[in-house]
């Protein structure tokens, strides 16, 4: 089992940053693909980025060159740093863990990008 707790949700506006923290206990952190995924009012879940356990990343289109997802394993804490944010960036975003055979999710942080 691994809980998962976010952190770092906010009020930002147009062309601001935040950076989401993701603090995982339980089970051991490093095995695991860390990621993010987001969902905004009337769309499905999202995938935002990933991180798995050697490193190697993964981007949705929309947030390429503006998000960074990064990982402390000595913390076993996965970060989102958002820059230049725009208002379709606005969703709660939700911390993922997985590995082959399991799958667990936080309970999500609002973002909102607005003027």
């Known amino acids: 089992q691994v809980q998962l707790v976010e952190s770092g949700g906010g009020l930002v506006q147009p062309g601001g940053s935040l950076r989401l923290a993701c603090a995982a206990s339980g089970s051991r952190f490093i095995i695991y693909t860390m990621g993010w995924y987001r969902q905004a009012p009337g769309k499905q879940r999202e995938l935002v980025a990933t991180m798995d356990s050697g490193g190697i990343t993964n981007y949705a289109d929309s947030v390429k060159g503006r998000f960074t997802i990064s990982r402390d394993n000595a913390k076993n804490t996965v970060y989102l740093q958002m820059n230049s944010l725009k208002p379709e960036d606005t969703a709660v975003y939700f911390c993922?863990?997985?590995?082959?055979?399991?799958?667990?999710w936080g309970q999500g942080t609002q973002v909102t990008v607005s003027s």
């Open positions: 993922n863990a997985r590995n082959p055979s399991l799958a667990f």
